[in-house]
């Protein structure tokens, strides 16, 4: 089992290098500590060295944790960063602070008809399909300007980010270059990119967010 309190130190260590490296403020480099599969128990550590941005894959597991800990560390910034169904949309608007992954219009159509009916503001990236894999949820990079043009006109929402998961059989750079190129044109300011094994590179490219889970906390259970 990894060590999450030195793993968590190496990581910060190499956030903050790797955005000096690349003219950065390291503060300018956001990690998102993802906790799929694992419970409190690995998570209060990380909570009690004052980590407070952590990314859930799945609102039902969300939903068996997260509102525990969050009586004992109020300002919990929590992320869905997994797909979201339509159905599950009412639970994400009432946990979590930012949703990573509006990848579709009829996700964005439900989501804006629980903010306005919870009167909550959560905030929201486009996911985009880098890769345009069929098997992947997202956007086309092609069709992201329309997007977002039509989910503002017509639901009111405003995404402050885009979010991207390369193929896995494919070097990330071209995605990430490609992430940050379609945010910067279409005047978004965070870009969530990079994951346990390419955190450094998608850092390098422009990334405002990484999502680091098995390099904190090991292999998923």
Known sequence: MVDGINAYGSVKERIAATAIKAGRAPKSVTLV???K???PERIRPLLEQGH???GENRVQEAQGKWPELRRSFPD???HLIGPLQSNKAREAVAL???IESVDREKIAAT???E???QQKSPRLYVQVNTGLEPQKAGVAPSEVAEFLKRIRQEYGLRPEGLMCIPPAEEKPAQHFNLLA???KENGLAVISMGMSGDYEEAIAHGATHVRVGSALFGART
């Open 76 to 78: 919990i910034e929590l």
């Open 111 to 113: 989501l804006a008809a």
């Open 115 to 117: 903010i306005k009916r």
């Open 96 to 98: 979590f602070d930012v």
């Open 52 to 54: 407070r941005v952590f």
């Open 37 to 39: 599969t694992h419970g």
């Open 181 to 183: 190129r379609l945010a």
């Open 33 to 35: 500590a993802v906790t």
